[in-house]
């Protein structure tokens, strides 16, 4: 199953399904964006990152692809765990030179079904 | 090798009482975000520092919030008179700074949640 980011809507999936968790950013100048996966009551932890010359990046067990013409990211995680229950946000960034702020959605809940 | 330390962990004031929030950075780090959370929200930029500095204040309310990170010690963010809407959770990171390696990636302590009665 996949679902669009940005509302904070919920994508439920069986254990050891494929995940996939979307997100549309906005500013066209964002040049690097990153995942964080953040778990009930704790701070947002990094999962992977992609710059923006880039179209795909893989890490374990999670890939991320960029599409820069229509300003979409995906995070697919493989072989989904219980443990992968979380919310996820995705957050762009423009680097280089001056202050750089990283922008969040609102993220996407992800509930793993054992 | 701690990492992003923030306390107190849970805060409750009543209205109109003063909330301080404050934030070690990772050994290493210079540079601080402080981020409101909503529930059901994502995070919302409120101020980004460096020491002695701030940098970017665009995400702080004009009144009642002000945040400083001095030569010595932690960040603080600071509400004076708070009202039911502050609150939330208020989460700090750090990063190393904009020169050097992985200076985008932000790591994030577990969040301070102010209730406010």
């Known amino acids: 199953g996949e679902s669009v980011g940005l509302h904070l809507p919920t994508l439920s999936v069986q254990e050891g399904d494929n995940s996939i968790i979307n997100c549309a950013y906005s500013?066209?100048?964002?040049?690097?964006f990153i995942w964080y996966k953040q778990e009930s009551g704790k701070g947002p932890q990094f999962i992977i990152d992609?710059?923006?010359?880039?179209d795909k990046r893989q890490g374990q067990r999670v890939t991320v692809l960029l599409n820069k013409t229509v300003k979409h990211l995906s995070l697919q995680i493989a072989a989904t765990q219980p443990g992968d229950s979380a919310v996820y946000f995705c957050?762009?960034?423009?680097?280089?030179?001056?202050?750089?702020?990283?922008?969040f959605g609102r993220g996407t809940s992800l509930i793993v079904h054992p | 090798n701690a990492g992003v330390m923030q306390n107190p962990r849970h805060l409750v004031r009543r209205r109109g009482q003063e909330a301080r929030l404050r934030c070690s950075p990772m050994?290493?780090?210079?540079?601080v975000y402080w981020y409101r959370q909503l529930p059901e929200e994502g995070l919302k930029f409120m101020v980004y520092?460096?020491?002695?500095?701030?940098?970017?204040e665009s995400g702080m309310p004009k009144e009642r919030f002000s945040a400083e990170f001095p030569k010595e010690g932690p960040s603080i963010l600071r509400i004076q008179q708070v009202v039911r809407g502050d609150s939330a959770a208020y989460f700090c990171?750090?990063?190393?700074?904009?020169?050097?390696?992985?200076?985008?990636?932000?790591?994030f302590g577990a969040g301070s949640r102010l209730t406010v009665l």
């Open positions: 990171a750090s990063s190393p700074g904009s020169r050097r390696a992985g200076a985008n990636v932000l790591t």
């Open positions: 500013n066209s100048a964002s040049d690097y």
């Open positions: 992609i710059r923006s010359n880039m």
């Open positions: 957050a762009e960034n423009i680097s280089g030179g001056g202050s750089y702020i990283p922008t």
């Open positions: 050994k290493g780090h210079s540079h």
């Open positions: 520092l460096q020491k002695e500095n701030i940098i970017d």
